[in-house]
């Protein structure tokens, strides 16, 4: 199966580090002009832009935040300024604020939730308010325009002490389906991949020396996941050899959804 996304235009938000940075470089890879999102870390987001540039591709780094409606309307009208067109969307940006929740502060609960669901639903209206305008571009796609929401295994695994987290992943699951439902007869595709344990910043702790071993205990493919692990999928489910997956969610958790402890047990 050969993957080619160019011509297409790909915006990656939260694209500076970890998942979403490893996906905007095999977006680019694939052949996509690539929008690297970042909101306070600039220099390794314009450091892909001028890696993806120097390799003979198409790149632009654009700071904003993913929470703030203004932010979100000048992200994407200047990745229209710049590209013309946009044909991909991955909505990745999110973060944790960890704290049981007897402890959690609003302000933790907000943040969390801004970013993590209420940033994917800005971003995915403003993707949809261009793919309706656009309709199908023949030649270049079977869809007028796909959505992948990053969601996690904790939408559907409970996390004690990241209350705010897991009920953010909920809420991008039912964002995720309830708006594939309501626009896939546009031939706008919207899907979802949940993440497992994917070494990155954002666990670093767990997945370091002994915590690390312990994390094992969670994923019966006895492997700590990478980056390209994602990225991986989500070129797939950007390209024309997935135009019949909708509304989907994708697991790449190495078996974690499985509830691992309940073999030999229950
Ligand atoms: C979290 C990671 C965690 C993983 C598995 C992800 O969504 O961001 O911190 O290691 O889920 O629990």
Partial sequence: MQISLAGQVALVTGASSGIGHACAKALAAAGA???????SNAEPAEELA???IADGGHALAIGADVSKEDEVERLFSETLDTFGTLDILLANSGLQKDAPAVDMTLDDWNKVIGVN?????LCARAALRIFNRQGIRQGVSRAAGKIIHMSSVHQRIPWAGHVNYAASKGGVDQLMQTLAQEVSHQRIRINGIAPGAIRTAINAKATADDAAEKLLELIPYGRIGDVEDVANA???????ASDYIVGTTLFID????LYPEFRGNG
């Fill in 33 to 39: 002009a690539v929008v690297i999102n970042y909101n």
């Fill in 50 to 52: 001028r890696q993806i």
């Fill in 254 to 257: 190495g078996g974690m959804s």
């Fill in 117 to 121: 669901l209420t940033g994917q639903f």
């Fill in 234 to 240: 989500v070129v797939f489910l950007a390209s024309d």
